[in-house]
Structure formats: C-alpha cells, structure tokens
C-alpha cells in the first residue's frame, strides 16, 4: 500500500498540482496585500473614507458572548472586490503568459493527389473496355 502511495504521490500531475496550489495561496497574499493596501484606501477615500470592512449593521445590544450582534456587510463587499481583483489579476497574467507561448504553426494542408500519368490513364481505359466485353 506504501509504494502505490508513493507512485501515486510521486506522479507528475499531482506535483505539478501542489506547485500550482503553493503558488496560488503565495499569488493570492500579494494580491490581497495590493487590494487592502494599495487599492482600498484610494477608494475608500473617494468614497468618503469610508473603509468597507468596518461597514456593518448592529442586530441587537449583546449576544451570547456579550458582545453586539452584528451584520457585517462590509466585509462581503470587501472580499467580492477581493475575489474581481483577483479574479482579473489571474486572467491578465494567464493571458500574458499565452501570449509568450510560442504560436503554433497550422499544419499545411495535404497536397492533392498528383494527377495520373499519361500512361496510367490509358491503362485505365484499357480496363474499363476489357470489363464491358467480358
């Protein structure tokens, strides 16, 4: 059971699989840094300083813990523009890598076939007169 462990962790799809998975949660915290801290704060002061994870609605006083009850709408405003912003991110950067990746040629398209030969047109008809006398 440990080898076919071993070959199925050791294939290369699943490896290029966890590269892929480091590199994403990696991409995803430079891309969260650049939401929260580069583009939030422009925003949210043209918006009136308005920083969109405070935003929230209290529903009561005191919960079960003692603290209020709130709705915090502010913080699934903020995580959509997170996920657009990152969604954007990984389609421009997949677009430029496409761009970069060598264009491939289209295949030439078959050559018809060379016309028969004097020759073999005659012995064609040749054939086709000993078919309709035997």
Known sequence: MMNEFKAFAMRGNVMDMAVGIIIGGAFG???????????MPPIGLALGNV????LA???????ADGKPVLWKYGAFIQTTVDFIIIAFAIFMMIKWMNSLARKEEP????????????EEKLL????????ERG
């Open 124 to 131: 064609t008809e040749i054939r086709d007169l000993l078919k």
């Open 107 to 118: 295949a030439p398209e078959p050559a018809a076939p060379p016309e028969p030969s004097a």
């Open 29 to 39: 915290k430079i891309v969260s840094s650049f939401v929260n801290d580069v583009l």
């Open 57 to 63: 609605i209290q529903l009561a006083e005191q919960g």
């Open 51 to 54: 920083d969109f994870s405070g």
